[in-house]
């Protein structure tokens, strides 16, 4: 079946502008995670979704990153008035339940790129 | 704080040769060490993980070593191959709240003819 898929791969924003980045996770499966990747480095926890419950956000850098999947399927990870900071990988990952040893699925990525 | 630390940052190993990355952890909570393999442009996709109620797990070339009291765990890659070229991360969760993952800081593979 299909995996992960995300939307759109690369994405080049202007300082200030609002971006939304698209994730679809493997159909049935009950968690979703976004993780951030920079350059060179491993992925970072940003928020987890068990459904359509969004249970941890403890990795959200700031409140102008905002992420919400409003019925427990597609999720969205919004970013308001982008910094070059955030230029970076946002992964979205999907897993089936919601044990700590299930496997996560991850999709491609998009890839931002704030200027 | 870096919670899982990982080397070396970068390998080359010869074709057919044996690929060992190291890492380290520190939450004694975590119970879960997944390794995850990424090629350019792709997301990580697991590997092979392992439980910290067993010592090494294998799954055909790839085995998991994993040491509890040293906090310490690696992969081992036999008969390195060139399609193994990769960035490999460690990874670790604990358990409730979900699975939430963290990595290693990655370690790029390179196996040569």
């Known amino acids: 079946g299909a995996g992960v898929s995300q939307s759109p791969r690369y994405k080049v924003a202007k300082r200030g502008q609002d971006v939304a980045l698209r994730c679809d996770p493997i159909?049935?499966?009950?968690?979703l995670f976004w993780y951030q990747q920079a350059l060179g480095q491993g992925p970072e926890f940003l928020t987890y979704?068990?459904?359509?419950?969004?249970?941890?956000k403890s990795g959200l850098p700031s409140d102008r990153f905002f992420a919400e999947r409003p019925e427990g399927s597609v999720s969205t990870l919004k970013i308001q008035r982008t910094q070059q900071e955030d230029s970076a990988v946002y992964l979205c990952?999907?897993?089936?339940?919601?044990?700590?040893?299930?496997?996560?699925?991850f999709g491609p990525g998009t890839r931002l790129l704030v200027l | 704080q870096q919670q899982v630390k990982q080397s070396p940052q970068s390998l080359i190993v010869q074709k057919g040769g044996i690929s060992i990355i190291n890492c380290a952890y520190e939450?004694?909570?975590?119970?879960?060490f997944p390794w995850y393999q990424q090629f350019p442009g792709k997301g990580p996709a697991l590997l092979i993980a392992?439980?910290?109620?067993?010592s090494e797990k294998k799954e055909g070339r790839f085995t998991i070593s994993f040491n509890k009291s040293a906090k310490q765990f690696s992969l081992h890659i036999m008969d390195s191959q060139p399609g193994d070229s990769a960035t490999y991360f460690c990874?670790?969760?604990?358990?409730?709240?979900?699975?939430?993952?963290?990595f290693g800081t990655g370690t790029q593979l390179k196996v040569e003819l």
């Open positions: 990952a999907s897993s089936l339940g919601m044990a700590s040893s299930g496997t996560q699925y």
């Open positions: 159909s049935g499966h009950v968690s």
């Open positions: 979704f068990q459904n359509e419950a969004q249970l941890d």
């Open positions: 939450n004694t909570a975590f119970d879960y």
């Open positions: 392992i439980r910290p109620d067993v």
């Open positions: 990874a670790a969760s604990k358990k409730g709240g979900g699975n939430k993952l963290t």
